[in-house]
């Protein structure tokens, strides 16, 4: 197995097991009105905890809509182009597109979300746990888009068109 099957593998498998996060969040959705009317308490606690599960499955689900070919494309240019040309079009437009824009999200909100990770930063109105989780995610977006759009031009084509 080579090390780019590896890779994709790791993404794969780990974009697999982020999409059970969506059962969790539409949980404490459902809680947080019977929770802050009847129970008068955890409210709060359920909406923080929401929001960081909430980005955490997002930054996996858009890897996996990437993997999918499950985004929206605009094909009013190529629409006629052959298979493989698209192929390639789609391939290395999507790095062209999402290489810049993750290595600066990676430049610019690695730091931070560092910083926030190492000090374990809390919400600032409830001083609940896990908002630095928020800005993990994001940085975890970025890595797997990078890492998601490098895999697909290095991948041999499979005559799919994207």
Same mark, same amino acid.
């Given at each position: #197995? ?12 780990? $974009? ?8 969790? &969040?539409?949980?404490?959705?459902? /809680? ?18 929401? +929001? ?10 858009? =890897?996996?809509? =990437? ?17 493989? &040309?698209?192929? %390639? ?15 600066? #999200?990676?430049? %610019?909100?690695?730091? =931070?979300?560092?910083? *926030?990770?190492? #000090?374990?930063?809390?919400? *600032? ?10 800005? $993990?995610?994001?940085? /975890? ?5 990078? $890492? +998601?759009? =490098?895999?697909?031009? /290095? ?6 068109? %994207?």
């Amino acid at each position: #197995m080579s090390w780019l099957e590896s890779v994709d593998r790791v993404v794969g498998q780990t $974009v697999e097991a982020g999409r059970w996060l969506v059962l969790p &969040v539409a949980l404490i959705l459902f /809680l947080q009105w019977p929770l802050r009317d009847f129970v008068q308490a955890g409210s709060r606690e359920a909406n923080d905890a929401g +929001q960081w599960i909430f980005a955490l499955y997002v930054s996996l689900a858009m =890897t996996f809509a =990437t993997r999918e070919r499950a985004h929206l494309a605009v094909d009013a240019i190529a629409h006629g182009y052959a298979p493989a &040309v698209r192929a %390639t079009i789609g391939r290395w437009g999507g790095f062209a597109c999402v290489a810049p824009w993750a290595c600066f #999200m990676i430049w %610019t909100i690695g730091p =931070t979300a560092w910083r *926030s990770a190492l #000090m374990l930063e809390k919400f *600032s109105e409830t001083l609940n746990p896990g908002y630095f989780l928020i800005k $993990v995610a994001a940085l /975890l977006l970025a890595v797997l888009a990078l $890492v +998601q759009a =490098t895999i697909d031009v /290095l991948r041999k084509p499979q005559g799919k068109p %994207t």
